[in-house]
C-alpha cells in the first residue's frame, strides 16, 4: 500500500523541541520533493518546509526559519522535521506530502503535492 505515515507528535511545552518523521512505504521517496505542512486549529493549512530529496535544497516558511530543520534518510525512506523553540502558535496538525518531481517555494503556499499523510497533532502549552 502506498502511504506516508507521520509519526513523533505529542505535547510538550513551550520551548521544547520534537521531531516528526514521514515514512514512505509502498513508494520511494529518493527523487521527490517532500514538504511538511499544519494546519493550526480553526485556521488554514500553512506550508513549513520543503526539501528536494536529489539535492537535500531546502525551502521554510518564515515563521519556522532558524528554529526547524527539515532533512532525509534516503535509505530509511524517511524524512524529518526538527522543531525546537516550539511555541503555542506552533499547535497544529502536521502533514507531510510529497510528489516526484523538484521543489518549488510557491508549493509552500499551493500545497501542489500528490500523497499526503494521514496527519499527526503537535500540542504546545505556555
Known amino acids: 500500500q502506498v502511504q506516508l505515515v507521520e509519526s513523533g507528535g505529542g505535547s510538550v511545552q513551550a520551548g521544547g523541541s520534537l521531531r516528526l518523521s514521514c515514512a514512505a512505504s509502498g513508494y520511494t521517496i529518493s527523487r521527490n520533493c517532500v514538504g511538511w505542512f499544519r494546519q493550526p486549529p480553526g485556521k488554514e493549512r500553512e506550508g513549513v518546509a520543503l526539501?528536494?530529496?536529489?539535492?537535500?535544497?531546502?525551502y521554510y516558511a518564515d515563521s519556522v526559519k532558524g528554529r526547524f530543520t527539515i532533512s532525509q534518510d534516503n535509505a530509511k525512506n524517511t524524512v524529518y522535521l526538527q522543531m525546537s523553540g516550539l511555541t503555542p502558535e506552533d499547535t497544529a496538525t502536521y502533514y507531510c506530502?510529497?510528489?516526484?518531481?523538484?521543489?518549488?517555494?510557491?508549493?509552500?503556499?499551493?500545497?501542489?503535492?500528490?500523497?499526503w499523510g494521514q496527519g499527526i497533532l503537535v500540542a504546545v502549552s505556555s
Open positions: 526539501i528536494y530529496t536529489i539535492d537535500g535544497d531546502t
Open positions: 506530502a510529497t510528489a516526484p518531481r523538484r521543489c518549488l517555494a510557491s508549493i509552500l503556499d499551493t500545497g501542489y503535492l500528490d500523497l
